[in-house]
């Protein structure tokens, strides 16, 4: 597996192939991984990451399926090699396990497999209105229990999950950590934020930030802001 050393994470989420292209020339040299989503994959397919052949990328395609279709879809992502691999953590135990063994197949290469616990777009009552009662804090630990029971080798989480992870699980599992908004910025339709310095002092291992580089007028010098806030 890929362990970048810088923590910056940048999301390129983006329908547009040119200004994906764009975006990533701008904020390579400040961020150890790009991130493409959904959105870049579902509009530009697997060729997404040949455009970002010149930093290790995290895919975040949040795999959610019966545990077959899972690592099929993980074993014909492997030829592309990203870094970072999402899956659902509720899932269950045999679809994360699936996921695991298809990632094997790709030897010392394969990705890091990281299960989503609860997105950061979910409040408490947001929670509560999937028939989820106690809030994040309680699911994200449950999920990160069976998740990391089942092979996965990290956690995306909120950054108020962060210290009660660490409590459970010691420095061994990879925390990534999205909903991070510098000072100023908008929250948007994230639900738990924290600043960049506020995460990674709680004890995450990367940072997952999106529209406050992609949206700034100036993404290169957004991304060397926030890599060096968290040096």
Known sequence: MIRPPRRLIAAIDTADPSRARDLIRAVSPHCGLVKLGLEAFCALGPAALDDAEQKPVFLDLKLHDIPNTVAGAVRALLPRQPAMLTIHASG?????EAARNAAETGGTARPMLLAVTVLTSLSAEALSETGIAGGPRRQVLRLAHLALGAGADGLVCGV????PLRDAFGAGPVLV???IRPLGSDAGDQARVATP??????GADYLVVGRPITGAADPAS???AI???IT
Do not use: N
């Open 197 to 202: 310095e506020a995460a990674i002092a709680a």
């Open 177 to 179: 950590v999205p909903g």
């Open 92 to 96: 269950g135990a045999a679809m994360i």
């Open 160 to 163: 108020a999950e962060i210290a």
């Open 222 to 224: 957004a991304a060397a």
């Open 227 to 229: 890599a060096a806030a």
